[in-house]
């Protein structure tokens, strides 16, 4: 028995080490090969009118997803509290932040049969064995974005799909409302470096991580706030300051300590959540001492900040 734990073990580290060898390689083709910058001309511009009546555009990035439109139903549920306590924004949930060109894991790649299967037994199992695979091709992910060698290039082409799809929703950069980008989990990495690039749109662009895990990267210091909610008994969210040295007390030149000391990060204690699950930040079932639910209650957090109450 103990053999095969120890051969179960191996093959695990395997298939994750070659998660982690080749999760540079598609931002490295976009950008050798494949990167267009071009940003839509006047006539597309044009067309989405002179009066934006929204007050403002929220882009949602989920942290385990295999696409921006197959998120958990959970994570859907949340976005819809957002909406009824946020009336006047549009809430954007088609940006898959795991890829440079927005492909999802089901798209056009060799291994979309596998992924296909994987997301659908996920949605189904109550088994996070499915949830693992895919989260741990996205943390792969997330370390490009944080990696100061590939992370411009990534963070360019999130930037890029981003802009795309606010322009798809009604964006008009000419009137420069504000945006809000949410990030879950290591979404909330993806969305700072996200940031570094859309501020250049002279839009206020506000990053929300939920139970976010992010490195000391500058887009802590372009955003114009950064809310971090932070459940007391999610312990991922730790290892942000555990594993990137930008995030220790000892590096005061850090992104991270200067944005602190700018008052740029706010710390929301979101209670006693856990990082994903049963109790996290999406659940219905468990609810605080003033009878709240948890997903009620982050659903709040969130559209207060938006409206301007946090």
């Known amino acids: ?103 999802p894991l089901t798209g056009e790649r060799t291994l979309a049969w596998f992924w296909a299967a994987m997301h659908r037994a996920r949605l189904k199992a109550k088994s996070i064995f499915f949830e693992f695979w895919i989260g741990a091709r996205n943390v792969c992910q997330v370390a490009v974005c944080s990696d100061p060698r590939y992370g411009p290039i990534y963070n360019l082409g999130i930037a890029k799909e981003v802009y795309q799809a606010l322009l798809n929703h009604g964006y008009d950069p000419r009137q420069r409302k504000p945006i809000y980008l949410v990030g879950y989990s290591g979404g909330g990495q993806v969305a700072l470096g996200a940031a570094c690039y859309l501020t250049r749109l002279m839009s206020k662009v506000t990053v929300i991580t939920v139970g976010g895990v992010f490195s000391s990267i500058p887009g802590l210091l372009l955003a114009d706030r950064v809310h971090c909610l932070v459940g007391s008994r999610d312990r991922t969210v730790w290892l942000g300051p555990l594993l990137f040295p930008g995030r220790w007390p000892i590096s ?59």
């Open 1 to 103: 028995m103990t053999a095969y734990l120890w051969y179960g073990a191996a093959l695990l580290g395997v298939i994750i080490l070659a998660f982690a060898l080749v999760a540079p390689f598609e931002a490295l083709k976009w950008w050798s090969r494949d990167i267009d910058l071009t940003l839509p001309d006047s006539p597309q511009l044009d067309a989405l009118g002179n009066e934006d009546e929204h007050q403002c555009y929220v882009v949602y990035l989920t942290g385990i997803g295999g696409s921006g439109e197959s998120l958990a139903r959970r994570e859907f549920g949340f976005l819809d509290r957002v909406k009824e306590r946020a009336p006047g924004a549009v809430i954007i949930t088609d940006v898959f932040p795991f890829s440079v060109t927005n492909n």
């Open 252 to 310: 005061p030149r850090s992104a991270w300590n200067k944005a602190k000391r700018r008052g740029k990060v706010s710390i929301v204690d979101m209670g006693p959540m856990i990082h994903s699950g049963k109790g996290d930040y999406f659940t219905r079932s468990v609810t605080l001492e003033n009878g709240k639910t948890y997903a009620d209650h982050t659903a709040d957090v969130v559209a207060d900040i938006i409206n301007g109450e946090r």
